[in-house]
C-alpha cells in the first residue's frame, strides 16, 4: 500500500524553526528516492528538496530559495523522511507535500504524494 503522512506543520514567527516528518509505508520508502514540495497561495508548485536512497552529502538537493536554511534528511529503518527549516521567511508560508519516486535518484518525475501541511510564518 502506497502511504505518505505529513507531520510537525504549523504556525511559527519569523526566524523560527520546524521539523517536518513524513512517515511512509515500507513499499513507497524502501530504495525510492523522496522529496518535498511547495505551494503557496496563488502560486505554482515548487521543488523544495529531495534526497537520494542513499542519502547525504552529493545525493541530496536543496532548492536556491532555502539552501543554508532546509536541510533534507532520511532515516531508512524508520521510514521517515525529515525537512529540517530553520530562520524561517514568511515567504516560506505554503503547504509541504512529501512525495516519492521509483528508484535511487531524486532527479526525475514522483509518482507518489501525501496530502501536504500547513506551514504558515508570521512576520
Known amino acids: 500500500q502506497v502511504r505518505l503522512v505529513e507531520s510537525g506543520g504549523g504556525l511559527v514567527q519569523a526566524g523560527g524553526s520546524l521539523r517536518l516528518s513524513c512517515a511512509a509505508s515500507?513499499?513507497?520508502?524502501?530504495?525510492?528516492?523522496m522529496g518535498w514540495f511547495r505551494q503557496a497561495p496563488g502560486k505554482e508548485r515548487e521543488f523544495v528538496a529531495a534526497?537520494?536512497?542513499?542519502?547525504?552529502?552529493?545525493?541530496?538537493f536543496h532548492a536556491d530559495s532555502v539552501k543554508g536554511r532546509v536541510t533534507i534528511s532520511r532515516d531508512n529503518a524508520k521510514s521517515t523522511v525529515y525537512l529540517q527549516m530553520n530562520r524561517l521567511k514568511p515567504e516560506d508560508t505554503a503547504v509541504y507535500y512529501c512525495?516519492?519516486?521509483?528508484?535511487?535518484?531524486?532527479?526525475?518525475?514522483?509518482?507518489?504524494w501525501g496530502p501536504g501541511a500547513q506551514v504558515t510564518v508570521s512576520s
Open positions: 512525495a516519492a519516486r521509483r528508484g535511487e535518484s531524486w532527479r526525475g518525475r514522483y509518482e507518489y
Open positions: 515500507r513499499r513507497t520508502f524502501s530504495g525510492n528516492a
Open positions: 534526497i537520494s536512497w542513499s542519502g547525504g552529502g552529493d545525493n541530496t
